[in-house]
C-alpha cells in the first residue's frame, strides 16, 4: 500500500515568516494530494489540494508543489499568522477513495 | 448543514466494555470514513463505506471491531471488549461523489471526533 512520510514533526517560525513542510509518497498511481488543517479538538480541515496533472497551486498565503518524478509534495505557508498554528497532515491518494496520511507537523508561529 | 456529527465527544470506559461510536455524515455524500487517530500511529484509515456498503474493512485492528451503516445518514463503529491499546480520537468522515466515475471527490468532511479513553 502507499506509505506518506511527512517531515519535520515540529516546526516553529516567526511571525511574518515563511513555512515549509515536506512529503514523500511511494505509490506513482497517487494521484490527488490534499492538506488538511487541524486545529486543537477539531477535526482536520481540507485548506488545499493538488491533483497530478498540475506542478503547483495556490490560494492566497498558501501554496502546494507537487513532483511526480521524485514522488514529493510541499505546503508552502507565507507570511505566517498565529492562527496558522495548528497541525498540518498531508496526504496521498492512490484512488479517489483511499486516503494515506502523513504523520503530521505541527507548526506554532510565534508573535 | 451541521457538518458531520459524532457522538459521544468524549467516553471513557473499564477494559473489557463494550463501546459504540456514532456518526451521521452530511446529507447527500456518498462516502463514510472511519479514522482512528493516535500520536504514534497518526490518522489510520479503519473502514469506509460507499452507498452504505463496507467497500475496505482492511484496516479494522481485528475482530473487536466492528462497524455497520444500516441507512445513509448514520453509521457505527463498536468495539466488544474493548481494551487500553484502543485508547485513541475516532474520527468519521464523509464526502461526495463525482457522479460521472462514482468516485470520491476528494474532499473528506470530518467530523470533531470522539475521544475515547480505555482503562
Known amino acids: 500500500g502507499e506509505n506518506v512520510e511527512q517531515h519535520p514533526s515540529t516546526l516553529s517560525v516567526q511571525e511574518g515568516d515563511s513555512a515549509v513542510i515536506k512529503c514523500t509518497y511511494s505509490d506513482s498511481a497517487s494521484n490527488y494530494f490534499p492538506w488538511y488543517k487541524q486545529e486543537l479538538g477539531k477535526g482536520p480541515q481540507l485548506i488545499i489540494d493538488?491533483?497530478?496533472?498540475?506542478g503547483e497551486k495556490k490560494d492566497q498565503r498558501i501554496a502546494v508543489t507537487l513532483n511526480k518524478t521524485a514522488k514529493h509534495f510541499s505546503l508552502h505557508i507565507t507570511e505566517t499568522q498565529p492562527e496558522d498554528s495548528a497541525v498540518y497532515f498531508c496526504a496521498a491518494a492512490p484512488t479517489g477513495n483511499q486516503f494515506y496520511f502523513g504523520t503530521g507537523t505541527s507548526l506554532t508561529v510565534i508573535p | 448543514d451541521a457538518g458531520v456529527i459524532q457522538s459521544p465527544r468524549h467516553e471513557v470506559t473499564e477494559m473489557g466494555q463494550e463501546v459504540t461510536l456514532r456518526c451521521k455524515p452530511i446529507?447527500?455524500?456518498?462516502?463514510l470514513f472511519w479514522y482512528r487517530q493516535t500520536m504514534m500511529r497518526g490518522l489510520e484509515l479503519l473502514i469506509y463505506?460507499?452507498?452504505?456498503?463496507?467497500?475496505?474493512d482492511s484496516g479494522m485492528p481485528e475482530d473487536r471491531f466492528s462497524a455497520k451503516m444500516p441507512n445513509a445518514s448514520f453509521s457505527t463503529l463498536k468495539i466488544q471488549p474493548s481494551e487500553p491499546r484502543d485508547s485513541a480520537v475516532y474520527f468519521c468522515?464523509?464526502?461526495?461523489?463525482?457522479?460521472?466515475?462514482?468516485?470520491?471527490?476528494?474532499?473528506?468532511?470530518f467530523g470533531e471526533g470522539s475521544r475515547l479513553t480505555v482503562l
Open positions: 493538488i491533483r497530478s496533472n498540475v
Open positions: 468522515a464523509s464526502s461526495l461523489v463525482y457522479r460521472r466515475t462514482g468516485q470520491s471527490t476528494g474532499e473528506l468532511f
Open positions: 446529507s447527500g455524500h456518498d462516502y
Open positions: 463505506f460507499n452507498n452504505n456498503v463496507p467497500i475496505d
